[in-house]
T-cell receptor
Framework: GAVVSQHPSWVICKSGTSVKIECRSL??????MFWYRQFPKQSLMLMAT?????????EQGVEKDKFLINHASLTLSTLTVTSAHPEDSSFYIC???????????FGPGTRLTVL | GDSVTQMEGPVTLSEEAFLTINCTYT??????LFWYVQYPGEGLQLLLK?????DKGSNKGFEATYRKETTSFHLEKGSVQVSDSAVYFC????????????FGKGTRLSVIA
């Protein structure tokens, strides 16, 4: 099946710093990627839809200036958490849509801890 | 809007027990339905899917049948193993193109030897 990777898998940073998370489709091209956030023992919450070559579409309540998304190529989308604060600590998961299929393949997730 | 409701967990079973995790959905049109599994500390993995009514998805001994009449997609396995301990998410996609998944809240399964 399609493989999606994320980097880093785990990051700890100080409050006020920015963190970039990469999401790559390894063996296919993904025109659409999604970014989710998952709090402990909860379901996934969609943050934004990332389309290659265009601006991301953010869900209501998600600050686009805080969570910067760039989808510069068909195999890479990045999420940058700017001026991170402890409340941004979470598990961030990306997924990629395979071609015109309705199946999403998920990355392994990135655990962000902001001190 | 579209929504997915799945049974609250946690569910604790003994090895070789029968598993059912209920999932019902609300959607306009004809969604595709999915079960994803999340092992501790990992991302989500697609377990199985069904794209139209009466389809049965199956994988690794798990099965789920797309029931349009009851708007359900219950997950079943005849004999669970300790290695099946994970969180299971039911989800749907409305097939309108490039749409995100709508997830249920997840059901944590613990299988004890």
């Amino acid at each position: 099946g399609a493989v999606v990777s994320q980097h880093p898998s785990w990051v700890i940073c100080k409050s006020g710093t920015s963190v970039k998370i990469e999401c790559r489709s390894l063996d296919f091209q993904a025109t659409t990627m999604f970014w989710y956030r998952q709090f402990p023992k909860q379901s996934l919450m969609l943050m934004a839809t990332s389309n290659e070559g265009s601006k991301a579409t953010y869900e209501q309540g998600v600050e686009k200036d805080k969570f910067l998304i760039n989808h510069a190529s068909l195999t890479l989308s990045t999420l940058t958490v700017t001026s991170a604060h402890p409340e941004d600590s979470s598990f961030y998961i990306c997924s990629a849509l395979v071609g015109e299929a309705d199946t999403q393949y998920f990355g392994p997730g990135t655990r962000l801890t902001v001190l | 809007g579209d929504s997915v409701t799945q049974m609250e967990g946690p569910v604790t079973l003994s090895e070789e027990a029968f598993l059912t995790i209920n999932c019902t959905y609300t959607a306009t049109g004809y969604p595709s339905l999915f079960w994803y599994v999340q092992y501790p500390g990992e991302g989500l993995q697609l377990l199985l899917k069904a794209t139209k009514a009466d389809d049965k998805g199956s994988n690794k001994g798990f099965e789920a049948t797309y029931r349009k009449e009851t708007t359900s997609f219950h997950l079943e396995k005849g004999s669970v193993q300790v290695s099946d301990s994970a969180v299971y998410f039911c989800a749907l996609s409305d097939n309108s193109g490039n749409t995100p998944l709508v997830f249920g809240k997840g059901t944590r399964l613990s299988v004890i030897a």
